[in-house]
């Protein structure tokens, strides 16, 4: 039965080998039209830098720092403090009063149970993520309990000094504890640093005796004996049930303070508020925790010479960029150069290669190269940071640092060009219409789980250590247009 249908088949075949034919002679030809309708030319343009102050540095990060170090490519010193709060956790904070042991020989049944409970110690950890300088270094810190708390929803930026603005409790019987450390911590055995799941951290005891904020005629053995006795006071204990309540009326956290030695800065990546008293059964030890998480506010404030910083500035052979806060590189894009003479021209692509120069010295304690690069409008950078914008690659850029090129490529910034040039013919330009800054930025992505790609989801100023020098001499702009032939 098959074999009635091969003419046909073989009829079809040999008219699509026609059709196909007849196609094919027209593509080579259609090809040659475009090339002679389109052309493309590529022009480079000088572009101008110089280095600016960094100014309103939002401190958003992820981590804190603390310590105080040397530059050593520039010679300039900068400061770290350190503000936590701490996040209350309700019921599960605190065992039933009766199950707390208390001395029988201090033990006065005429007086209500949980105004007689103690802590043993108190002490607060700052867990270390990482650090700059040497880990050996002897460090010192102070501790001072907060007098009211940092605010959500408000800005503060990394100069910010809650001392200098009233916000740490003075006088007497207030928390004022001072530990030295090294962020190295041989507290530790070798054996407990080798371990995988090991975590290094700072301790620092809070075991002074303390008054009452609010009535200053009651006395506290230590800091955790004051937390036990709010929380199980009736007229108190729903403040850990909110942690509005809590940061505002019991706990508005601690401000870890620098206060002596130089060439190290660590990088804290949580804290936790510990509390130990002893069970009544058998006396033994029990412990409560109270942490400090991104759910609370963790922030620097961070301090550097004007002086130095400016020095710096001043160079004219090269700029610089500097975290987390001091310098960043400030570009005057030659936009009516690239846009004047093309006005019926496609800009396909703008191209930026910004090089990085070298450390004039090598050094095993030397800061970090930045690792990220956010060109941004210069008019742009409060709004972007404070209202927690993320780069759309239109009108703001980001750039990876390339270790084999040894600098920041800005691949195609044309739509930029166009807005700003736009700007300027519709009279809408400041006066720094066509500058951008580069800022050195943290960028966190997160996974999309229905196809595993990435997604930009949040840019912040860029608090670790990082600095680094760039060239300005034969720095340009790499365009190509397209157009029609003429």
């Given amino acids: 039965m098959r074999q009635r249908f091969i003419p046909l088949y073989l009829f079809l075949y040999i008219l699509f080998l026609g059709s196909c034919a007849e196609d094919t002679d027209t593509i080579g030809t259609s090809l040659t039209d475009v090339e002679k309708i389109y052309s493309e030319t590529a022009v480079t343009y000088p572009v101008t830098s110089k280095s600016v102050k960094s100014v309103n540095v939002f401190s ?12 050593l490519e520039t010679d300039c010193y900068l400061t770290c403090n350190y503000m936590t709060q701490m996040r209350t956790i309700g019921e599960h904070q605190f065992p039933d ?7 029988p020989a201090k033990y006065d049944s005429a007086i209500e149970r949980w105004k007689q409970v103690e802590a043993d110690s108190c002490w607060l950890e700052l867990y270390i993520l990482s650090s700059v300088g040497d880990s050996l270094t002897p460090m010192k810190v102070s501790v001072h309990e907060m007098s009211e708390p940092y605010e959500e929803g408000v800005t503060y930026y990394a100069d910010f000094d809650p001392e200098a603005n009233g916000m740490i409790r003075t006088g007497k019987g207030t928390v004022n504890s001072y530990m030295t450390y090294t962020t190295s911590n041989h507290v530790f055995s070798d054996a407990e640093r080798a371990k995988s799941n090991f975590v290094n951290y700072i301790s620092i005891g809070l075991n002074d005796s303390i008054y009452d904020k609010n009535d200053p005629t009651v006395k506290y053995k230590n800091y955790g004996t004051y937390l036990m006795r709010k929380f199980y006071d009736p007229a108190t204990k729903d403040n850990f049930f909110n942690q509005y309540k809590f940061t505002h009326n019991i706990c508005p956290g601690f ?9 190290n800065i660590a990088t804290i990546y949580t804290a936790r508020l510990v509390v130990a008293y002893a069970n009544v059964v058998n006396e033994q030890p029990m ?4 942490g400090g998480t991104e759910e609370v506010i963790q922030k620097s404030s961070l301090t550097q010479s004007d002086t130095e910083l400016q020095n710096l500035i001043d160079k004219d052979t ?10 960043w590189t400030e570009l005057e894009l030659p936009v009516e150069d690239i846009m004047n003479g093309h006005e019926n021209d496609t800009l396909n692509t703008a191209r930026i290669f910004v090089p990085r120069l070298n450390n004039e010295f090598v050094s095993e304690y030397a800061f970090n190269v930045p690792q990220t690069l956010l060109m941004i409008p210069t008019d742009s950078i409060s709004d972007f940071f404070e209202k927690q914008q993320v780069a759309d690659f239109r009108n703001t850029y980001l ?3 390339g270790s084999k090129t ?8 044309s739509i930029l060009i166009s807005n700003l040039y736009n700007k300027k013919m519709a009279g809408e330009a400041s006066a720094n219409w066509n500058k951008v800054t580069l800022i050195p930025v943290e960028a966190t ?11 930009l989801t949040k840019v912040t100023h860029d608090m670790s250590m990082s600095s680094t020098r760039l060239a300005k001499d034969d720095l340009k702009v790499s365009v190509i247009y397209s157009h029609k032939s003429r």
């Fill in 60 to 71: 958003r990060g992820r981590n804190g720092y603390l310590g105080q170090a040397k530059d």
């Fill in 255 to 263: 401000y870890i303070k620098h206060a002596g030695g130089i060439g």
């Fill in 406 to 413: 040894n600098g920041y490529t800005f691949n195609n910034i």
């Fill in 399 to 401: 750039a990876s640092y």
């Fill in 445 to 455: 992505y997160s996974t999309v789980s229905t196809t595993a790609s990435q997604v």
């Fill in 318 to 327: 090269w700029t610089y960029i500097k975290s987390p806060a001091g310098i």
């Fill in 97 to 103: 009063v009766n199950s707390v042991y208390i001395n």
């Fill in 287 to 290: 412990y409560s925790g109270f």
